[in-house]
């Protein structure tokens, strides 16, 4: 019996960003201290760094001090990079009332947070994908298909570093240790296979990609998630891809890392040769064959059309070393670009302090100061959504899936003050009344049993302070 395919699919990432603070060109204070200062306005609403907040996203501080952005579940492309981007405007208002309390204190420096995955002593920080995939697929297996576009996919959606004085295409490829784990931050490995669903266990699974670098380019997000779905669902369907399994996975992500070419040769377990550009090729046909069927749910068809005209374009340009027709949507390609101008300018080599300065830049999320959001304002960068579409997601939950739920739950429960914990397939209530309730299902987007909770979240509230008047009368 076939697994079902699910081309309305319920996904969401999660985003770690790098946090430094400057004052006159100098260090102030360790990313752990400034941290404290980011999440202090959290802290002081909430009693806690770990919160889901208004748009039902979760905001927390991950471990090495990295705050982390994991966006409420989505099922559209689109969606899901509004509530991406809505990430950047809540941080960049505590980086703001972290500014003050730093000159408040008297401590004085700018705080700067960086969408990026490694810093300048080689650490990294993840950009993690998740999506809901049937329990009928058995994991391991699925995932080992996966792995060939997995591992050539940074082609298409890097975000480009300096690195070893060259430049590479993904920040992430030289950070995985292996293929597929259950492991995350022992090995890294491309896909992580730790079971936690967040859902009805029964039903589904959550595949969590931890390979993908973190992208300032709408365009490339689009491109990185939609590619993404396309062939999960080619696989479910059971459309034939080439086997291009690899002899060794890790030193083939590696090697295309540095060859922006795509004709890396890979060796396949079952004997010779292939390149990163015929992968990527002969998986694109697959998904533009899939598209010719495919149901229009989820993300629409003709967003689907689009994401395909893109990702056919950026092979293109790989092949024909052309990059013209793609850079103002390609991260990697964007960033090669105005630094390579930059270097020849200074006629100096890539590991030139100028150019690791831009490099890390780029990746500053203040829309009036960083590198990215400068290009996009002058043409550079090319858009996805609108200004007015990532505000929204800023402030509402999504509408099409559970998270409507989570957002409603929590705005009722904050302003009847109640004392409650929320997780992503449920919320537990302590005070004025104690009770819980799970939502198994990550498509629902009503629930009487919801409803219920809240009126008697309200009506033991109103009790309480019709009694506390009388007692005070």
Same mark, same amino acid.
């Given at each position: 019996? &076939?697994?079902?395919?699910?081309?309305?699919?319920?996904?969401?990432? @999660?985003?770690?960003?790098?946090?430094?603070?400057?004052?006159?060109?100098?260090?102030? *204070?360790? =990313?752990?201290?400034?941290?404290?200062?980011?999440?202090?306005?959290?802290?002081?609403?909430?009693?806690?760094?770990?919160?889901?907040?208004?748009?039902?996203?979760?905001?927390?501080?991950?471990?090495?001090?990295?705050?982390?952005?994991?966006?409420?579940?989505?099922?559209?492309? +689109?969606?899901?990079?509004?509530?991406?981007?809505?990430?950047?405007?809540?941080?960049?208002?505590?980086?703001?009332?972290?500014?003050?309390?730093?000159?408040?204190?008297?401590?004085? $420096? %700018?705080?700067?947070?960086?969408?990026?995955?490694?810093?300048?002593?080689?650490?990294?920080?993840?950009?993690?994908?998740?999506?809901?995939?049937?329990?009928? *697929?058995?994991? #391991?297996?699925?995932?080992?298909?996966?792995?060939?576009?997995?591992?050539?996919?940074?082609?298409?959606?890097?975000?480009?570093?300096?690195?070893?004085?060259?430049?590479?295409?993904?920040?992430?490829?030289?950070?995985?240790?292996?293929?597929?784990?259950?492991?995350?931050?022992?090995?890294?490995?491309?896909?992580?296979?730790?079971?936690?669903?967040?859902?009805?266990?029964?039903?589904?699974?959550?595949?969590?990609?931890?390979?993908?670098?973190?992208?300032?380019?709408?365009?490339?997000?689009?491109?990185?998630?939609?590619?993404?779905?396309?062939?999960?669902?080619?696989?479910?369907? $059971?459309?034939?891809?080439?086997?291009?399994?690899?002899?060794?996975?890790?030193?083939?992500?590696?090697?295309?890392?540095?060859?922006?070419?795509?004709?890396?040769?890979?060796?396949?377990?079952?004997?010779?040769? +292939?390149?990163?550009?015929?992968?990527?090729?002969?998986?694109?046909?697959?998904?533009?064959?899939?598209?010719?069927?495919? =149901?229009?749910?989820?993300? =629409?068809?003709?967003?689907?059309?689009?994401?395909?005209?893109?990702? @056919?374009?950026?092979?293109?340009?790989?092949?024909?070393?052309?990059?013209?027709?793609?850079? %103002?949507?390609?991260?990697?390609?964007?960033?090669?670009?105005?630094?390579?101008?930059?270097?020849?300018?200074?006629?100096?080599?890539?590991?030139?302090?100028?150019?690791?300065?831009?490099?890390?830049?780029?990746?500053?999320?203040?829309?009036?100061?960083?590198?990215?959001?400068? *290009?996009?304002? #002058?043409?550079?960068?090319?858009?996805?959504?609108?200004?007015? &579409?990532?505000?929204?997601?800023?402030?509402?939950?999504?509408?099409?899936?559970?998270?409507?739920?989570? $957002?409603?739950?929590?705005?009722?429960?904050?302003?009847?003050? &109640?004392?409650?914990?929320?997780?992503?397939?449920?919320?537990?209530?302590?005070?004025?009344?104690?009770?819980?309730? #799970?939502?198994?299902?990550?498509?629902?987007?009503?629930?009487?049993?919801?409803?219920?909770?809240?009126?008697?979240?309200?009506?033991? %509230?109103?009790?309480?302070?019709?009694?506390?008047?009388?007692?005070? $009368?």
């Amino acid at each position: 019996m &076939a697994a079902p395919v699910y081309p309305r699919r319920i996904m969401g990432v @999660e985003t770690e960003f790098a946090v430094a603070a400057f004052r006159d060109g100098e260090a102030v *204070l360790s =990313p752990d201290h400034i941290s404290r200062y980011l999440f202090r306005p959290i802290a002081a609403k909430y009693r806690s760094s770990n919160v889901f907040t208004d748009n039902a996203s979760r905001l927390y501080l991950d471990v090495g001090a990295h705050p982390e952005f994991a966006t409420a579940e989505c099922d559209s492309v +689109t969606q899901l990079l509004n509530y991406d981007k809505s990430g950047e405007v809540i941080y960049n208002e505590l980086v703001e009332a972290a500014n003050e309390a730093l000159a408040g204190d008297r401590i004085g $420096g %700018t705080v700067y947070l960086f969408k990026n995955n490694v810093d300048s002593r080689g650490n990294s920080y993840g950009a993690h994908e998740n999506y809901l995939i049937s329990r009928e *697929l058995v994991l #391991k297996p699925f995932a080992k298909q996966l792995l060939p576009f997995m591992v050539t996919r940074q082609l298409i959606c890097g975000a480009g570093l300096i690195r070893d004085g060259q430049f590479v295409v993904s920040q992430r490829a030289d950070q995985v240790w292996e293929a597929v784990s259950s492991a995350t931050t022992r090995t890294r490995p491309i896909i992580n296979t730790r079971d936690e669903a967040h859902a009805d266990s029964n039903r589904f699974r959550r595949m969590h990609v931890i390979v993908g670098d973190s992208n300032m380019s709408e365009p490339t997000f689009a491109l990185k998630i939609g590619s993404t779905l396309l062939v999960l669902e080619v696989l479910e369907a $059971g459309i034939g891809l080439p086997d291009f399994e690899l002899e060794d996975p890790i030193a083939s992500i590696r090697d295309i890392a540095v060859d922006p070419t795509g004709q890396t040769e890979l060796a396949l377990k079952s004997g010779g040769t +292939t390149t990163a550009l015929e992968v990527q090729r002969a998986t694109l046909d697959a998904a533009k064959r899939w598209l010719e069927s495919r =149901p229009d749910e989820g993300t =629409p068809n003709e967003e689907m059309a689009r994401i395909v005209e893109l990702w @056919e374009r950026v092979l293109d340009a790989i092949a024909s070393q052309d990059f013209s027709s793609v850079d %103002t949507e390609i991260d990697w390609v964007i960033k090669r670009k105005l630094l390579g101008q930059v270097k020849d300018r200074l006629d100096a080599d890539w590991d030139h302090p100028k150019l690791a300065q831009i490099d890390l830049t780029y990746h500053d999320i203040d829309h009036n100061r960083g590198l990215f959001y400068l *290009l996009e304002r #002058k043409g550079l960068a090319a858009r996805w959504t609108t200004d007015e &579409a990532i505000r929204e997601a800023a402030e509402q939950a999504p509408q099409t899936t559970r998270a409507a739920l989570r $957002g409603h739950f929590l705005e009722q429960a904050r302003a009847a003050g &109640a004392d409650f914990s929320v997780t992503w397939d449920g919320m537990r209530v302590n005070k004025p009344i104690s009770d819980h309730l #799970k939502l198994p299902d990550p498509f629902e987007t009503e629930s009487a049993e919801l409803e219920a909770l809240i009126a008697a979240i309200w009506e033991h %509230t109103e009790q309480a302070n019709t009694t506390g008047d009388n007692d005070r $009368g």
